[in-house]
């Protein structure tokens, strides 16, 4: 079974920095995509960024400079390194998982709250 479990979100001011964990269980961690997405109030959920089989990264363009997305096949944990946070940041972030990086995945996590504060 695979299962996805979100941790790291927190209350951050603005220009502060969180990193988010996602530690995965059940698959076989180089067979899968990761993602990250997030979803605001009011708004549909949207994507993050994206870690590949081979390694490869995608980030969307409101967060490219300042969300670094990584992997830590020993502990079979994903994280994302968030940087320059800012309000519209603010929202519950949700690591997937699916074969390829998609518009929707098929494995979700719980999600975890970021809130920044201005």
């Known amino acids: 079974e695979v299962q996805l479990v979100e941790s790291g979100g927190g209350l951050v001011q603005a220009g502060g920095s969180l990193r988010l964990s996602c530690a995965a269980s059940?698959?076989?961690?180089?067979?899968?995509?990761i993602g990250w997405f997030r979803q605001a109030p009011g708004k549909e959920r949207e994507g993050v960024s994206c870690i590949s089989r081979d390694g490869s990264t995608y980030y969307a363009d409101s967060v490219k400079g300042r969300f670094t997305m990584s992997r830590d096949n020993a502990k079979n944990t994903f994280y994302l390194q968030m940087n320059l946070l800012k309000p519209e940041d603010t929202a519950i972030y949700y690591c997937?998982?699916?074969?390829?990086?998609?518009?929707?995945?098929?494995?979700w996590g719980q999600g975890t709250q970021v809130t920044v504060a201005s």
């Open positions: 059940g698959f076989t961690f180089d067979d899968y995509a």
């Open positions: 997937a998982a699916d074969s390829l990086c998609r518009r929707w995945f098929t494995y």
